[in-house]
């Protein structure tokens, strides 16, 4: 709104007509706009509810919920230091997406309209939501088929939540990079999986590209990814979930050097 206020007061001062003022205040609402796509939306129960609503629809896809699964959803709710109005809001959403016959297009849709089509926020929901994915290790089919109607949702393609995958050290298991923690069998969940070493993960997958790629889609890659994961483009959000795309900035700049390191780039 002050957009088109001081757009329309300038036009009409630099053009002292009324096509000035139009003019202006065209530019103001542009500006507007530009302005609320780049800062980021409220943490709140536009947010919380669909998140938990697609993830109790992600842990009963494959026919039940289990511990891991539940461990999982009780770790992000403490991730996002939610209220405990949110709390009870988290958990009866969670408990809605549980039940049979549960539509997930509407948690999907409210998600996307969340992102305002940014990526940046795009890959926080599908950052926050890796844990739980890989809770019983390897994904079912039926899991991975609604994560890829997210993922198409929110403009991310497969490989790249495969790298993103990769950055917290999940293997990729064939195409869309759906699999389990790096040395780690099906079963265990997020609490029960050491974390790997840096070392252990493959940089390449961290950037989502391939062994044979040339220079320029290395460095093509990385500019990419830090343009989607910097984290001074999220805004006011929990430190949790600032801390975690510091963290993948990290990651990134980690698997770049090593790549640079074994080609001798520079």
């Known amino acids: 709104m002050a957009g088109k206020l001081i757009g329309a007061l300038l036009g009409l001062i630099l053009f002292h007509n009324p096509v000035g003022f139009v003019f202006g205040l065209l530019l103001g609402h542009f500006y507007d706009r530009a302005a609320a796509r780049m800062r980021a939306p409220s943490m709140g129960q536009g947010f919380v509810e669909p998140l ?27 991730r996002l ?30 998600l996307r309209a969340w992102c305002h089509g940014r990526r940046d926020l795009a890959f926080i929901v599908l950052d926050l939501l890796l844990d739980l994915m890989h809770a019983e290790g390897e994904l079912a089919p039926a899991k991975a088929a609604l994560l890829r109607r997210l993922c198409a949702a929110l403009g991310v393609g497969e490989h790249e939540l495969a790298a993103l995958s990769a950055m917290r050290g999940y293997a990729s298991a064939g195409r869309g990079g759906y699999g389990a923690r790096a040395g780690a069998g099906p079963g265990p969940g997020p609490r029960t999986q050491p974390r790997p070493r840096p070392s252990d993960i493959d940089p390449y997958a961290v950037l989502g590209i391939t062994r044979t790629a040339d220079e320029r889609e290395v460095k093509r890659a990385y500019r990419k990814l830090m343009s989607q994961h910097h984290p001074d483009k999220l805004g006011d959000v929990p430190d949790e979930v600032k801390h975690r795309a510091e963290e993948r900035a990290r990651e990134i700049n980690a698997a770049y050097e090593r790549i640079k390191a074994e080609r001798g780039l520079r």
């Open 52 to 78: 938990f609503a697609f993830a109790g629809a992600l842990s009963k896809s494959d026919g039940r919920v289990s511990e891991p699964e539940i461990a999982a959803t009780e770790a992000l709710m403490a």
């Open 81 to 110: 230091r939610l209220d405990p109005v949110q709390r009870r809001a988290a958990i009866a959403r969670f408990g809605a997406g549980k039940q049979p016959g549960f539509d997930a297009e509407p948690a999907i849709a409210d």
